[in-house]
């Protein structure tokens, strides 16, 4: 049964994105058949957390986004997301794109990651955040 999962992971392109898959088993009484059901969220993201010290943001660690916003909690940095774009994380509520962060990490507009950080203002907090895979909505 995993050998089909990565199947269409790989055939979706799951290298460049998060997914979870949840399995449905179910019995058909009337006839006998067993059916199986393979669903993939592709809104759950790799989100984790950042701070503007330099362990976090190295040569940029001036407190300043990248749209030219001093950092403020309720800020996020992706890539491809435009500055302004209003993101709904599960457990967290709305939060608003205004930086940007390594393209090994996020992608470019044309490779697209599902990855997002989210800003913290202290480091321990961004730490203690850690990885974590959860729902991300795009507001348009």
Do not use: P
């Not at 950092?71 to 491809?80: L, Q, S, T, Y």
């Not at 996020?106 to 202290?122: C, L």
């Amino acid at each position: 049964m995993n050998w089909i999962l990565i199947l269409i992971m790989t055939l979706l392109g799951a290298a460049n994105h998060s997914f979870t898959a949840t399995y449905r088993i179910g019995f058909d009484f009337s006839n006998g058949d067993i059916k199986q059901e393979i669903i993939i969220n592709e809104n759950i993201w790799r989100v984790s957390g950042y701070c503007s010290c330099k362990i976090c943001c190295k040569q940029y660690a001036n407190g300043i986004t990248a749209s030219g916003k001093k950092v403020k909690v309720g800020i996020v940095a992706n890539n491809w997301l435009k500055f302004g774009t209003k993101v709904n994380i599960e457990g967290l509520g709305g939060l608003i794109v205004e930086d940007r962060g390594s393209i090994a990490y996020f992608g470019t507009k044309e490779e697209r990651r599902k990855a997002i950080d989210i800003y913290f203002d202290k480091h321990e907090e961004a730490k203690e955040f850690g990885v974590q895979y959860l729902e991300v909505e795009v507001r348009k």
